[in-house]
């Protein structure tokens, strides 16, 4: 059975989304005379946002369950890899 491709990038774009910008940091106003507070990261909120789309448009195009978990596992083992030549790199 033959998959058709997702394009999430053109999905996201298409229905007015933008998830870079949910990933971006979002500066905190500073109050007179207080310290500059850091930047707030919003990154977690972000993710399970990006994660639910992802799989909401994945089932959409017809994509079973067991493939999600496939490219799931590709995600992870790519990661790993990253993880483990950095630590080579160390």
Known sequence: MACRMLNVAATFWE??????????????????????????????????????????ELRQNGYEPKQIVALATELIGLVTSDIKEDARLD
């Open 15 to 56: 229905e007015g989304y933008m998830p870079h910008v949910a990933t971006q940091t979002t500066p905190v106003p500073q109050q007179s005379g207080a310290a500059a507070p850091a930047a707030v990261p919003n990154r977690e909120k972000a993710l399970r946002i990006l994660s639910k789309s992802i799989y909401k």
